[in-house]
């Protein structure tokens, strides 16, 4: 088993300003670095790298961000070939979705179809009132092997 994750869980596991959130993403994470399970892709660690070092309270410094960057590219990482991009590009333009949404998205469907489970962090209460953009018409917390319930704020990964 391969456990895919996103950059929200890696963002919590830091802040101590959500104690129950860090509380499960630390334990989430650590299970699956145990397990030897942990899946990230390049987009989570340009974006773990982006959020922890400008709306993370308190930020890290470049230095520090590069050092947790570096210890996480030590896991099984998935690149983003110009046909990931491309395929991002796509989602972007069919569905409206935000950038960093269609990396993640599309790393997510991808680990999905070579058989990985996909770990969603989401807001059930907001996930629950959304029509999905999705040609299958589902929305990630009904695809997902797991989910972790968050109340996230809007814009913390945007």
């Not at 959020?51 to 590069?66: F, V, Y």
């Not at 947790?68 to 896991?75: K, N, Q, T, Y």
């Not at 040609?135 to 009904?142: M, N, T, V």
Request: aromatic share 6%.
């Amino acid at each position: 088993m391969i456990c895919f994750f996103d950059t929200n869980v890696l963002v919590y596991a830091l802040d101590s300003h959500e104690v129950h959130k860090q509380a499960l993403a630390i334990a989430c994470f650590s299970r699956a670095i145990h397990e030897h399970t942990v899946t990230l892709s390049t987009q989570v660690l340009q974006e773990f790298y982006s959020i922890t070092t400008r709306k993370l309270r308190p930020a890290l410094t470049a230095a520090e961000a590069e050092q947790r960057v570096r210890h996480l590219g030590a896991f099984d990482v998935m690149g983003h070939g110009s046909q990931h991009i491309i395929a991002a590009i796509e989602l972007v333009q069919k569905h409206q979705l935000q950038w960093w949404d269609a990396l993640i998205l599309e790393a997510a469907l991808r680990a999905k179809a070579e058989g990985m489970p996909v770990i969603a962090v989401t807001s059930l209460q907001h996930s629950s009132a959304v029509t999905s953009k999705h040609p299958c018409g589902k929305r990630l917390f009904e695809v997902a092997d797991v989910v972790i319930p968050f109340a996230v704020q809007r814009g913390i990964a945007e």
